[in-house]
T-cell receptor
Framework: GQNIDQPTEMTATEGAIVQINCTYQ??????LFWYQQHAGEAPTFLSY????GLEEKGRFSSFLSRSKGYSYLLLKELQMKDSASYLC??????????FGKGTMLLVSP | GAGVSQTPSNKVTEKGKYVELRCDPI?????LYWYRQSLGQGPEFLIY????????DSGLPNDRFFAVRPEGSVSTLKIQRTERGDSAVYLC??????????????FGPGTRLTVT
């Protein structure tokens, strides 16, 4: 079976840094993905990690520790438009993704 | 180029009716996925196509759900004898296929299905 845990909600202020954690217990592991989803819209790809360590992409970074079953998404210089749900997903085989429930991030002025 | 498109964007149907949801993937993407997302939840995997064949249909909840992709491009998700519990947003995604490194899945805008 699989279990992917993320906080339900987080709040932060504009310009700040926020870290969204994700822990997983899956029968297989072939990569961890982060997606952003604004209300009423499709999920959009942010990043993925296959090997341990930090992947940086502009204001967004993602970290993975396979031995701990742990990842985080780091968002810097928060903007109001970053208010969205952030989905952690694990690829167990070679194709399909198993998603967590998502973390709703609210950025306030 | 065009992204993944899904039609209709909204569908309201009565309990017991049959519905079809359509997905047009990104041109050239061999892999196509169907997910279902309920309010406050992440997308839940339903079925995955590689080309014309269903490579993994383990997520289909029961035999009322069926999907086809006859020419390896457009896919149709079919739901028979709809129930109120089927109400959700049905998301379609496509990617370049299997393998390593993992290909990004690009999602369509979804079809919001409401069963009354």
């Amino acid at each position: 079976g699989q279990n992917i845990d993320q906080p339900t909600e987080m709040t932060a202020t504009e310009g700040a840094i926020v870290q969204i954690n994700c822990t997983y217990q899956t029968s297989g592991f072939n990569g961890l993905f982060w997606y952003q989803q604004h209300a009423g819209e499709a999920p959009t790809f942010l990043s993925y990690n296959v090997l341990d360590g930090l992947e940086e992409k502009g204001r967004f970074s993602s970290f993975l520790s396979r031995s701990k079953g742990y990842s985080y998404l780091l968002l810097k210089e928060l903007q109001m438009k970053d208010s969205a749900s952030y989905l952690c997903a694990v690829r167990e085989g070679y194709s399909t993704l198993t998603f967590g429930k998502g973390t709703m991030l609210l950025v306030s002025p | 180029g065009a992204g993944v498109s899904q039609t209709p964007s909204n569908k309201v149907t009565e309990k017991g009716k049959y519905v079809e949801l359509r997905c047009d993937p990104i041109s050239g993407h061999t892999a196509l996925y169907w997910y279902r997302q309920s309010l406050g939840q992440g997308p839940e995997f339903l079925i995955y196509f590689q080309g014309t064949g269903a490579a993994d249909d383990s997520g289909l909840p029961n035999d009322r759900f069926f999907a086809v992709r006859p020419e390896g491009s457009v896919s149709t998700l079919k739901i028979q004898r709809t129930e109120r519990g089927d109400s959700a947003v049905y998301l379609c995604a496509s990617s370049l296929g299997e393998g390593f490194p993992p290909a990004k899945q690009y999602f369509g805008p979804g079809t919001r299905l409401t069963v009354t």
